[in-house]
Structures are given as C-alpha cells and as structure tokens.
Antibody, heavy 115, light 107 residues
Framework: EVQLVESGGGLVKPGGSLRLSCAASGFSFSIYSMNWVRQAPGKGPEWVSSISSSSTYIYYADSVKGRFTISRDNAKNSLYLQMNSLRAEDTAMYYC????????WGQGTLVTVSS | DIQMTQSPSSLSASVGDRVTITCRASQGISNYLAWFQQKPGKAPKSLIYAASSLQSGVPSKFSGSGSGTDFTLTISGLQPEDFATYYCQQYNNYPWTFGQGTKVEIK
C-alpha cells in the first residue's frame, strides 16, 4: 500500500523557517518524481514544487521561488521542503504528492504563519 | 501559466443522477489532464488521469473525456459518497494548475 506521511508543520512567525518531511513507503520511491502541493483554508490546491526521481530537475512556483527548497533522499525514501522567509500567505495544508500527475497524496501537514 | 476553468462552480443533484462537470484550459494541453475528488478535511483523491484513464481502484461510474482544451468528468448513478468537491488539473507543463473546483451537493 502506498503511504505518504508528512510532518514538520506548525505555527511560525512571519520571516521564520520550517522544514517539512514526507516519509514514503509501499512503492519504489527512487523511480518516481515527487511534488509538494498546498491548499489554503477554503481554497483550491496550489502546486508548490516538483523534483525528478534523481533530483536532476527541480521546479518551483513563482510564489515560493528563492524562499523554498525541495530535496529528496532516495536512500531514506524521504522528500523534504525547506521553507524560509515565511509569509502569512504561505499558511496552508501542505501535501506530499507522488508522480507525474499526483496519483497519491499524503494526509497533509498544516503550516500556519502568524505573529 | 495555463488557466483551468471549471463549470459549474457548484451543482445540486439527487442520488442516482448523472452529472457532468466541464473543464477548459486556456491553451492546448493534449490529454495531460487529471480529475480529483476532495471531501471535507481530507486530501484530494485521484480519479482520472490522461483525461480518460481511470485511476486504479476508482469505480467505473467515473469517466473522463476530452483533449486539447475541453474536458469533461461524468459521474453516473450519483451515490451519497460522491457528494464532494471535484478539481481538474493540468500537468502538461509547470506550473501544474488546478480548476477552481465544482462542489456537488445533495438536492
């Protein structure tokens, strides 16, 4: 069974940092591209970042470029999102999402940016 | 960025009804179109990929069609568990973009 379990969310002040993690199991993590997608309260999903299977290709939404860094450790079956210079508008549920179109999603980890 | 426009934004339907949701892309995306179902407090769940391919484990009452810029999701024989919000998403290129959602409510 495919499982994606996010962690690392929480309450942080504007300008602060958080590191999200996603533990993957039940599939060959190293052959899949992976993604982060967020969803602000009451809004639709918003793509944040993607990383190819071997980390060769990395993409970011304009809204997070220069502030967020996606990475992965295939030996640990883990995906990460380092979030710096956080803003109120980054407040959202952050989902770890597998593959080319997002066939499996984790349950999400909530990030709240507020003073 | 490619804009995805869904219609309607919401609809009311009865158990047993057949409903159709449309999604239009602002430029051609071939068949790189997915549909998701989301229930309150839950993560989105993949239903359809490549415009018309059914995700493993998803019942055949869900079907998708279209190519280029115009796509549809059809749900046949609506059941209580189908009342949810549905999103289309293009993955033809980055950034992935989602439609604004269609909320299917009980009449």
């Amino acid at each position: 069974e495919v499982q994606l379990v996010e962690s690392g969310g929480g309450l942080v002040k504007p300008g602060g940092s958080l590191r999200l993690s996603c533990a993957a199991s039940g599939f060959s993590f190293s052959i899949y591209s992976m993604n982060w997608v967020r969803q602000a309260p009451g809004k639709g999903p918003e793509w944040v970042s993607s990383i190819s299977s071997s980390s060769t290709y990395i993409y970011y939404a304009d809204s997070v470029k220069g502030r967020f860094t996606i990475s992965r450790d295939n030996a640990k079956n883990s995906l990460y999102l380092q979030m710096n210079s956080l803003r109120a508008e980054d407040t959202a549920m952050y989902y770890c999402v597998r593959g080319t179109w997002g066939d499996y999603w984790g349950q999400g980890t909530l990030v709240t940016v507020s003073s | 960025d490619i804009q995805m426009t869904q219609s309607p934004s919401s609809l009311s339907a009865s158990v047993g009804d057949r409903v159709t949701i449309t999604c239009r892309a602002s430029q051609g995306i071939s068949n790189y179109l997915a549909w998701f179902q989301q229930k309150p407090g839950k993560a989105p769940k993949s239903l359809i990929y490549a415009a018309s391919s059914l995700q493993s484990g998803v019942p055949s009452k869900f079907s998708g069609s279209g190519s280029g810029t115009d796509f549809t999701l059809t749900i046949s024989g609506l059941q209580p568990e189908d009342f949810a919000t549905y999103y289309c998403q293009q993955y033809n290129n980055y950034p992935w973009t989602f439609g604004q959602g269609t909320k299917v409510e009980i009449k």
